[in-house]
């Protein structure tokens, strides 16, 4: 998914952003071709929320926009992602 010499800080946030999602469209979604996909969120130590995509959601990266969430630690890289249709400054 990255260049030669490419790393996570070198890109922007709507650049990481389109990576994460066209990674998870080939490597997850169209490599595997599951019919359904699960998520487990835990919430505490007692609750969960769970969902499926039936079938997967295929996302198209030119679709959304990305922001930085201030969250990261140490070299890390939070983004938080939103489709085009919400306001261009969410968090802060």
């Not at 922007?12 to 359904?36: M, P």
């Not at 295929?58 to 890289?77: F, H, K, L, M, V």
């Amino acid at each position: 998914m990255f260049q030669p010499g490419e790393t996570i800080v070198d890109l922007t946030a709507d650049e990481l952003g389109a990576k994460v999602l066209q990674y998870y469209n080939e490597r997850i979604v169209e490599r595997y071709q599951w019919n359904v996909i699960s998520f487990l969120l835990r919430l505490n130590s007692q609750e969960f929320i769970y969902w499926e995509d039936r079938p997967p959601a295929i996302y198209n990266p030119s679709d959304y926009w990305w922001q930085e969430s201030g969250r990261a630690t140490g070299n890390n890289r939070n983004i938080n992602g939103f489709p085009h249709s919400t306001a261009t400054t969410v968090l802060g």
